[in-house]
């Protein structure tokens, strides 16, 4: 099992719907969760954090931790084409103590 | 620019050659990291530094590859006798302080290796 993973996608949506982000991890000792975004060739971009169980709001993102289920979700709401990218969760803590450990990414494509 | 530099954004080598790359972290973080990111893939770590000590490396990193920061500042990551594998983006990150703040990367340094 990988330690972090999500849906490869690719994930396709409406313009102006709601993209939904799925992140699971296997280390219950971790302890910060983190969303960053990546567009074609370039590098990650930090876009989310949350560190508590519930939601994190910014802007259009929501964040949704549920340690229980070891389980991390991104919610982009008024989905933009600009919006499509890469988006990779990644974790820290237990035995990823003071690195990121970084899931494959899921593929958002935002249509016209 | 305050952000995170690397130098160079691209490098193409040819096997068995050595390449040594940069990376300028933000100025008040003391936490330097170097990932390896292949096509398709989430980034791996590498290799991380607390100011001039480095404190762990990923069983990734073979004995080809070395990371300095002697001063606390720049970092630099250096390939030997580079392999076709070793084709990828190399990329860096830094964070303040202690506990699990969140880190920021620089562009990246594509290397490819013929």
């Known amino acids: 099992q990988k330690e972090v993973e999500q849906n490869s996608g690719p994930l396709s949506v409406p313009e102006g719907a709601i993209a939904s982000l799925n992140c699971t991890y296997s280390?219950?000792?971790?302890?910060?969760f983190f969303w960053y975004r990546q567009y074609s060739g370039k590098s990650p971009e930090l876009i989310m954090f949350i560190y508590s169980n519930g939601d994190k709001e910014d802007g259009r993102f929501t964040a949704q931790l549920n340690k229980a289920s070891q389980y991390v979700s991104l919610l982009i709401r008024d989905s933009q084409p600009s919006d499509s990218a890469t988006y990779l969760c990644a974790v820290t803590g237990g035995t990823s103590y003071g690195k990121l450990t970084f899931g494959q990414g899921t593929i958002l494509t935002v249509h016209p | 620019d305050t952000g995170v530099s690397q130098n160079p954004r691209h490098k193409i080598t040819k096997r068995g050659q050595n390449v040594t790359f940069r990376c300028d972290p933000i100025s008040e973080h003391n936490r330097l990291y170097w990932y390896r990111q292949t096509l398709g893939q989430g980034p791996e770590f590498l290799t991380y530094?607390?100011?001039?000590?480095?404190?762990?490396k990923s069983r990734l990193l073979s004995d080809r590859f070395s990371a300095e920061r002697p001063k606390g500042s720049f970092s630099t990551l250096e390939i030997q006798r580079t392999e076709q594998g070793d084709s990828a983006m190399y990329l860096c990150?830094?964070?303040?302080?202690?506990?699990?703040?969140?880190?920021?990367f620089g562009p990246g340094t594509r290397l490819t290796v013929t």
């Open positions: 280390d219950r000792g971790s302890q910060s």
């Open positions: 530094f607390q100011n001039e000590a480095q404190l762990e």
């Open positions: 990150a830094s964070r303040i302080g202690t506990g699990e703040s969140e880190q920021y």
